[in-house]
C-alpha cells in the first residue's frame, strides 16, 4: 500500500489528518508560504496523540540557502523533535546554483542521527535529478519529496519518474503538489510510488474583518478538510489495487 502522508500547520488540521486516516503527518507552519518550522507546542499536541509525525525543519520562507545563524536555528528545532519522540524531519538545503548543498545536510544529518529523515523540496531546484537522488542516498535520507521540479506533480511527472527509477528501492520517491482524489490514480501508473503527499485542504473559514483589516489574516490560508484525506487515501487504495491486478 502507497503511505499518504498529509502537512498540516493547526491543531485542528492536525485532528483532521488524523481522523481521515493519514499514515503520516509533516508538521508546519505557513503552508501557504510552503511550510516553515512549526511551533513546540503543535509538535508537543503530536506527541501527545501518538501520531507518526515528521518536522518541517524551515527557519524562514523563500528560498533554500541557509546561513550560519539558520542552520543554529534548524539544530536546536532537531532536537525539539527529537526530544518529543516524533519520528523524523524534514530536511533540504541548497546552493546558489540549486545544486544540494551537501556540506550543510552533512551537519543536519548527524544531528539527526536516530531519526527518519525526508529531503524537502529544496530537490525541485537542482539541476540534475540523478546526481541528486544518489546525493541523498549517500545522505542517509529515507525519502524524497518532490513536484518533479514542476508547479504540481502532475505537470512533474516524467522528472518524479525519473527519480523513481534512479532511486531502485534505496529511498522512496513521495510526490507532492497538487494532488488529489481525482489524479492520484494517473500519478501512480506512471510511477509506483510508495509515498503521496499533499494538504487536502480547503478554503479556510472566513476571518474577523477587523483582523484581516489589520494585517494579522496572510493570503492563501487554507484548511485541512477530512472528507478530502479520506476521498484521497480511497483512490490510492484502488489504484494499488489495479496496479497489483496487472
Known sequence: MTLLEICVDTATGLRAAHAGGADRIELCAALELGGTTPSAGLMA???????????????RAGDFVFTADDVDMMRADIAAARNLGLEGVVLGANCPDGSLDMEMLRTLVAESHGLKKTLHRAFDLVPDIAEAVEQAVALGFDTILTSGRALSAPAGIEDIALAHTVAAGRLTIMAGAGISADNVGSILAAAPLGAIHGSCSGPAEPDSPVAARLGFVGPGRRQTDRARITALKTSIAKATADLASL
Not at 45 to 59: E, F, H, K, Q, S
Request: overall charge positive; proline content about 7%; aromatic content about 0%.
Open 45 to 59: 499536541l503530536a506527541a501527545d496523540m501518538g501520531v507518526t509525525a515528521r518536522v518541517m525543519i524551515r527557519p
